[in-house]
């Protein structure tokens, strides 16, 4: 039988005055008189409604990095994805937030990933993951992406009522762009653009690839990368 929750609280406990609730008589053994304080003193005012943040540069450090797959009744029809768990070093304010993202890779065509092509979109999850993975100096391991740090913008988003933090797949190196400054979307797919806030991101002849670490002209660096084949190095 189910047991009201009224049941669970001693009557002399709590005593209702209006729309005022006075402290309980029989104070909890937990309870404590500083983390009350802490609660009266906080910014109310200004903590979010909801899950987002504010649309800007963020540094970040991989917490956990593993494959799954979606929730599905039929095994069959669940699609392989890649998930990292992220959380916020800078700007301070926002230290620890977390954030989890998934890299869909099966479709429904194939959910399981058996097909060249579905890992060869260049629009799809795969190539956002190796992006990633290629800037952080792990190209074919995702799984050792855990505890590397790097730089990326964030968007909001909302479907169906419900709000996403999306994390740009323009990666930068830590220390490159200040956290906390904004830029517009084009801007953030520049990394040496200077962005609204007047933050600097110098504009050099060369541009240093992530994976062997050489300087490349800036104009060849897209067709490097395509054939680097390391050495890695972090």
Not at 1 to 6: E, F, G, K, Q
Not at 50 to 76: F, G, H, K, L, M
Not at 166 to 187: C, E, K
Request: glycine share 6%; aromatic share 8%; net charge negative.
């Amino acid at each position: 039988m189910a047991m009201l929750v009224s049941e669970l609280i001693e009557p002399s406990s709590i005593q209702c005055k209006g729309t005022q609730v006075s402290e309980p008589t029989n104070q909890p053994s937990d309870y404590s008189a500083e983390a009350l304080a802490a609660f009266n003193s906080a910014p109310w005012t200004t903590i979010p409604l909801d899950n987002t943040i504010p649309e800007q540069y963020y540094e970040w450090q991989v917490t956990d990095s593993y494959p799954s797959e979606s929730r599905d009744d039929d095994p069959a029809r669940r699609r392989i994805r890649w998930i990292l768990q992220l959380e916020v070093l800078a700007p301070a304010d926002y230290a620890g937030v977390p954030l989890q993202v998934m890299y869909f890779i099966g479709t429904e065509d194939d959910p399981k990933g058996t097909q060249t092509s579905t890992w060869m979109n260049p629009r799809g999850h795969a190539s956002r993951l190796r992006r990633l993975t290629h800037h952080c100096g792990v190209p074919d391991q995702p799984l050792l992406l855990k505890g590397k740090k790097f730089g990326a913008f964030t968007n909001n988003s909302e479907s169906d009522g419900i709000k996403y933090i999306n994390l740009d797949s323009n990666f930068y190196h830590i220390g490159q762009v200040a956290p906390g400054t904004t830029a517009t979307r084009s801007q953030r797919f520049r990394p040496n653009s200077a962005a609204n806030n007047g933050a600097s991101m110098a504009t050099s002849a060369t541009v240093e690839c992530d994976s062997c670490r050489q300087q490349v002209p800036r104009a060849d660096i897209m067709s490097h990368i395509a054939s680097c084949s390391g050495p890695a190095s972090v």
